[in-house]
């Protein structure tokens, strides 16, 4: 089987080429990534907290851990011309894309990076369609695509796995979930998640739709077994989620920071628990169907992810503190948000980590690294 990965130098996107390698050692995994996130961290005048190896460091002591299955490639997967070499060279059996510019307020700068982010998502999933269309392996290759749940935005019921019974003047269908989101990131996932739909109605192609929500932690088993297979760990305003930036506050002595009220409920999952869900979509069968997955384990609000990063850090007698600010976001604040994961359920049936017990690991695993954090404690916020 060859295997496709897009993303293959990012957070998730590392891990998840080593979870490949561990658990399909049959398969032959090409990686692909053109390091943008590297320079768009640098760009926001952050880095990594964790340090990460370059790629061929990666590689070479993945193979000294018997993943000898993977290969990487640097490219730009907006350039159609590559993507068209790459499906020249390899006939893929699936295409696995975690690869984006990821960051909803790097998107929200300015016009110039608000184009960029909808340019280089949605270029780079209709060239990737394309190319299998074109060689007519439209039959016999499978299409996972980690979107986001922020497609949804924030309605006043469940959110559903990706379609809705609409209904008018007494007559019903179902149709997909329209685009509600609030950035001009998330908007790009919902641009391709309606490319996502159409490349399956009209050419049948197997697509798995992964709605990513809010990944968290520092590692994964893959991952801890070298340093040099770290990945990375973002912490700034622009990169860092919500509590990986959270636990990074923590260890600098700076309070902990909520916008506004910090009620509103997000959607969570460990970085170990998202990457195997991703190499449990892999093992799907091909369906010909467009499948929609809410990947997530939690669903819990800001203050609450707050306390269980303070409670974390009394385990390990680290002072942690609490305060709200002006919302700089345009959100609602009290969002008791409710989703449908009995899709999801299928595919990981046994979560391995809750916000609890991600905060205490993260804290644990980050301590090391308190004085990179501390050099780059002023991007925690917006300037």
Partial sequence: MNILLTGIDGYVGWPTALKLAQELPE???????????????????????????????????????????????????????FVNQLFDVYRFEVVLRVAAQPSAPYAQINGERANYTQFNNNQSTRNLLWAIKDRGLEKDCHFIETTTTGVYGAPEFEIPEGFVTAVNKGQEDVIPFPGMAGSWYHMSKSNDVNNLWLANRQWKLSITDLRTSIV?????????????????????????????????????GYPITIYGKGEQRKPQISLEDCVQSCVNAVRLPLSGEFKVYNQTTEIISIVDIAEAIVSGARKLDIAAETKHIENPRVESEEHKMEMAVANFQTLLPNPKLNIAEGAYRMLEALKPYRETIEQYKDRFMSV
């Fill in 27 to 81: 398969a032959r995994i090409i990686g692909v990534d053109n390091l943008g996130r590297r320079k768009w961290v640098e760009e926001s005048g952050s880095v990594t907290a964790i340090p990460i190896e370059t790629m061929p460091v990666r590689l070479a002591a993945a193979r000294e851990h018997g993943f000898t299955n993977i290969s990487f490639i640097e490219g730009d997967l907006a350039d159609r011309d």
């Fill in 216 to 252: 968290y932690g520092t590692e994964t088993h893959e991952t801890q077994l070298d340093p040099r297979l770290a990945t990375r760990f973002d912490f700034d305003f622009y990169f860092g989620v919500v509590i990986n930036r959270f636990c990074a506050m923590v260890l600098t």
